[in-house]
């Protein structure tokens, strides 16, 4: 596995793994109890190193070029 | 008739005529109307992928769970994200295989790189047991929607018959290009539908996101954490695992995989999915708005909330509208899943046990397996009364359980044999359908050990089994066939 293909176990460790630490409600953080918003930033995590696999990826970025 | 069931039949009526008009100047030949020749690219394939997701269960089910159970309804919003990432390695590899050997189904795959249509069969057979709670579920939430709109003055019952026959129609006549057209459609107002309604209804209620979930947790204490037994951390993380590997084995999931132009229109997409999913949070602040709002819906009625909730708070034009975003979440989904169980027992399982039928007596078939298809799910759909959310996690459970196989079969070497594949998902489905009927779990079974284990998904279970199971048929076939050459021992192992 290369080092961007790592990458796509950060969201599963962050999503799953950190719920543990994290089961509580306060504080709130916009708006929402604390393990919700920790849920939804890791979502959004979830896109920004998606976005870093594509770019890092040659494969993604030759087909790109072709059209 | 009252203004919201005007809106939600024109919209019915708009998106049957839009199906019909998509597949206007194309031959609807069996890989147009099953994989649009092979021509989405990303919009479309986003929308598909998007459009079988957000179905009737977002609406209705996610809002519902937030409503009785709480906390664990974000599983949801964790196993479609993460799912999207793996979907970065597992499709590209799927879709090249499928183009390159003009595969039309997902029992296709299994055939063609096992080199084995008996396992094709199998396949077949558990994705389309797979599909009948998932169609049951959409139909559910049609009859919900349409009788709820109507402000009870159509049975659900009535409501089901109707949106049954909209979407079977829908279905014979423009396959895959309907489901594409009216997933835009769809996707555009339940977007704007959600988004409105998990703003306004807090705002309008409480004065704000915040203060709604303080007023919850007063009238609730630990309502929005995870409980620390039954649907706890260690049931988030094991569903949340279970049902990701799931997510692209359903046959109609797997099968739209197969409609993109290239393989980097996966690629793309996996950044813009995750983000897309944050639409269920809006979801769920309705759900737990509607707890204090409009309390004690019990069981099953937990899907009623949104609705409920809707009726009390807006005029009934905007309930025509909440209701039209409904129907279309139920359409779109609905059709995928009739072609695609079509599809499958008209292909994979017919044209095996009658090999000389044409192309075009196959295609005709499965066309005509479509109103069959119904009429079995509206039969369960009238007689049931589980929750949106079990049926689902019921066919996840089911369509699981073809995941090693898959995996596993992804080199061009396969790991395993085709024997062992057989064995690993039947294995593991029969596991499935043990526990269903008994209503076992590892709790009943193992009383005395900690929440940790007792808690988890009991398809972590049936996934061991099936593993298990694989690799050591796989084994011991291979053992078998190789150490002893001659033609009487191989004659004796069934030739699956």
Request: glycine share 8%; charged share 10%.
């Amino acid at each position: 596995m290369k080092a961007r293909d790592w990458l796509g176990v950060l969201p599963f460790v962050g999503m799953l793994g950190g719920v543990p630490f994290v089961n509580r409600v306060e504080p709130y953080v916009l708006g929402m109890p604390f393990v919700l918003f920790w849920i939804v930033l890791w979502v959004v995590l979830t896109s920004v190193i998606m976005a870093v696999v594509n770019r890092l990826d040659p494969a993604a970025r030759e087909e790109e070029h072709n059209g | 008739m009252n203004s919201a069931l005007i809106i939600i039949f024109a919209v019915l009526l708009l998106a049957i005529y839009s199906g019909i008009r998509a597949q206007k100047g194309k031959d609807m030949n069996m890989e147009q109307w099953t994989v649009g020749g092979r021509g989405f690219g990303s919009i479309f394939i986003f929308l598909l992928v998007a459009g079988e997701i957000y179905t009737t269960f977002t609406f209705l089910g996610g809002s519902g769970w937030a409503y009785s159970k709480g906390a664990p309804s974000y599983y949801v919003l964790s196993y479609i994200a993460l799912a999207y990432v793996i979907s970065y390695w597992l499709l590209p590899p799927i879709w090249r295989y499928a183009k390159q050997h003009r595969l039309v189904s997902q029992s296709d795959f299994f055939v063609s790189k096992y080199n084995s249509p008996i396992l094709g069969i199998l396949v077949a057979a558990v994705g389309v047991i797979a599909i009948i709670p998932y169609l049951i579920l959409q139909f559910k939430g049609l009859g919900i929607i349409v009788s709820e709109a109507s402000y009870g003055s159509i049975s659900p019952a009535v409501a089901v018959w109707i949106g049954v026959i909209g979407v079977t129609i829908y279905v014979m006549i423009s396959g895959i290009h309907g489901s594409a057209w009216t997933a835009a459609i769809k996707d555009i107002l339940i977007f704007f539908v959600v988004v409105f309604m998990g703003l306004y209804l807090p705002f309008h209620y409480y004065g704000g996101i915040q203060p709604m979930f303080e007023a919850v947790d007063a009238a609730n204490p630990g309502f929005l954490t995870f409980p620390d037994e039954g649907l706890s951390v260690s049931w988030y993380i094991s569903t949340v695992l279970v049902t990701v590997f799931g997510f692209y084995m359903w046959p109609h999931t797997f099968g739209s995989v197969y409609s993109a132009k290239n393989e980097n229109v996966f690629r793309k997409n996996t950044v813009m999915l995750p983000l897309y999913t944050i639409m269920l949070l809006f979801v769920f602040f309705v759900g737990f708005t509607a707890i204090l709002q409009v309390p004690g819906l019990k069981g099953a009625d937990g899907d009623l909330s949104l609705l409920r909730l809707s009726l009390k708070t807006f005029d009934p034009w905007i309930v025509g509208i909440i209701g039209a975003a409904g129907l279309l979440t139920a359409l779109v989904p609905g059709s995928m899943l009739l072609m695609t169980a079509a599809t499958l027992l008209a292909k994979n399982v017919y044209k095996v046990m009658a090999p000389d039928a044409s192309e075009v007596r196959i295609a005709k078939i499965a066309k005509l397996l479509v109103p069959v298809l119904s009429l079995i799910s509206l039969y369960f759909t009238l007689s049931g009364g589980d929750t949106l959310v079990t049926l689902l996690l019921m066919g996840y459970s089911l369509v699981t359980q073809l995941f090693p196989a898959l995996l596993f079969s992804l080199r061009r070497q396969p790991w395993i044999n085709k024997y062992g594949a057989f064995a690993g998902i039947t294995a593991g489905v029969l596991t499935v359908a043990y526990v269903t009927i008994s209503k076992v779990t590892i709790a009943t079974m193992f009383p005395s050990w900690p929440a940790v284990i007792k808690d988890l998904n009991i398809g972590v279970v049936a996934l061991l089994i099936n593993i298990i199971v694989m690799f050591g048929v796989t084994l011991v076939t291979r053992a078998m066939l190789t150490t002893s050459r001659q033609p009487a021992n191989t004659e004796g192992t069934p030739t699956i």
